[in-house]
T-cell receptor, first 115, second 113 residues
Framework: AQTVTQSQPEMSVQEAETVTLSCTYD???????LFWYKQPPSRQMILVIR????KQQNATENRFSVNFQKAAKSFSLKISDSQLGDTAMYFC????????????WGLGTSLAVNP | ETGVTQSPTHLIKTRGQQVTLRCSSQ?????VSWYQQALGQGPQFIFQ???????GRGNFPPRFSGLQFPNYSSELNVNALELDDSALYLC????????????FGPGTRLTVT
């Protein structure tokens, strides 16, 4: 069975600082995709960044970057220059390549950015 | 480009009743997935529809059913509602061209009393 674990239920960071959210996953598959989604209080789930398992280069999207360690099955999210608008629940999710694109999710990390 | 929309926003039902939730996919997307997110939890996959056919199902009982229409919009139907069905129901759409990137609607908050 595939699982996603986020070991940090809550985190906080000062505005303009850097924070790293952790995620580990378990799968026997070799071809898969990893995602970080953000869910602000408005509850709309927003895709932050994605990583293809076959790519060695870590994905980056502006202030967001990942540290993908395939052998360790680790996929952490780094947020640089944190902004108040980054306050949200962050979910790590995983999808096995194939016809069914279902996402398997972690329990989330609640991030508070403090002024 | 129109994003994913869901209706209604909130819904209150009584145990034993039936409910239908609706989702309009993003323009150009032919796949719709439904997720249930209980309070304080991550979403759980219910099922997915691709070109009007069910394309995978999670661990949900048959009283959860769905449809996808020719315009790729979708419905989630839940019969014989139980208290544990109270949750946020999320719809996500994706396209063949950019697989695995799912774009979510704002969700429907269902409360069963």
């Amino acid at each position: 069975a595939q699982t996603v674990t986020q070991s940090q239920p809550e985190m906080s960071v000062q505005e303009a600082e850097t924070v790293t959210l952790s995620c580990t996953y378990d799968t026997s598959e070799s071809n898969y995709y990893l995602f970080w989604y953000k869910q602000p209080p408005s509850r709309q789930m927003i895709l932050v960044i994605r990583q293809e398992a076959y790519k060695q280069q870590n994905a980056t999207e502006n202030r967001f970057s990942v540290n993908f360690q395939k052998a360790a099955k680790s996929f952490s999210l780094k947020i640089s220059d944190s902004q108040l608008g980054d306050t949200a629940m962050y979910f790590c999710a995983f999808a096995v390549a194939g016809n069914n694109r279902k996402l398997i999710w972690g329990l989330g990390t609640s991030l508070a950015v403090n002024p | 480009e129109t994003g994913v929309t869901q209706s209604p926003t909130h819904l209150i039902k009584t145990r034993g009743q039936q409910v239908t939730l609706r989702c309009s996919s993003q323009s150009g997307h032919n796949t719709v997935s439904w997720y249930q997110q209980a309070l304080g939890q991550g979403p759980q996959f219910i099922f997915q529809y691709y070109r009007e056919e069910e394309n995978g199902r999670g661990n949900f009982p048959p009283r959860f059913s769905g449809l996808q229409f020719p315009n790729y919009s979708s419905e989630l139907n839940v019969n014989a509602l139980e208290l544990d069905d109270s949750a946020l129901y999320l719809c996500a759409s994706s396209s063949s061209g950019r697989q695995y990137e799912q774009y979510f609607g704002p969700g429907t908050r269902l409360t069963v009393t």
